[in-house]
C-alpha cells in the first residue's frame, strides 16, 4: 500500500523559511513533486524531481526561492521554502508518479499525500 506522508507545515513571517518533508512508502517512483491550493483557487504546481534526483523543474513563481530534493535511502522527499511571501500561503501537497520523469501535471501523478498548511503572515 502506497502512502505518502508530509510534514513541516506551519506559520511563518514574510521572508521567513520553511522545510517540508514527504515521507513515501510501498514502492519506488519515477518522479516525485509538490503542489499547492490556496483558498478560492485551483491546485497549481510548485515542483518536481525525477528518481536519481538529478533533474528538477519548478514553477516560475518559486524558481530562485524554493529548492526540491529527494534521499532515496530514506524514501523522503523536501521542499526548502526560502524568501516566503504571503501569496505563497496554501496548503500543499506532496505526489508521486508511477511512470512519468519529471511531469508538472496533475493528471501524471497516481499517489497524493493529505497536504499540509503553510501561512505566511506579511
Known amino acids: 500500500q502506497v502512502q505518502l506522508v508530509e510534514s513541516g507545515g506551519g506559520s511563518v513571517q514574510a521572508g521567513g523559511s520553511l522545510r517540508l518533508s514527504c515521507a513515501a512508502s510501498?514502492?519506488?517512483?519515477?518522479?516525485m513533486g509538490w503542489f499547492r491550493q490556496a483558498p478560492g483557487k485551483e491546485r497549481e504546481f510548485v515542483a518536481a524531481?525525477?528518481?536519481?534526483?538529478?533533474?528538477?523543474l519548478y514553477a516560475d513563481s518559486v524558481k530562485g526561492r524554493f529548492t526540491i530534493s529527494r534521499d532515496n535511502a530514506k524514501n523522503t522527499m523536501y521542499l526548502q521554502m526560502n524568501s516566503l511571501r504571503p501569496e505563497d500561503t496554501a496548503a500543499y501537497y506532496c505526489?508521486?508518479?508511477?511512470?512519468?520523469?519529471?511531469?508538472?501535471?496533475?493528471?501524471?501523478?497516481?499517489?497524493w499525500g493529505q497536504g499540509t498548511q503553510v501561512t505566511v503572515a506579511s
Open positions: 505526489a508521486a508518479s508511477r511512470y512519468y520523469l519529471l511531469p508538472s501535471s496533475q493528471r501524471n501523478y497516481n499517489y
Open positions: 510501498g514502492r519506488t517512483f519515477s518522479a
Open positions: 524531481i525525477n528518481w536519481s534526483g538529478g533533474s528538477t
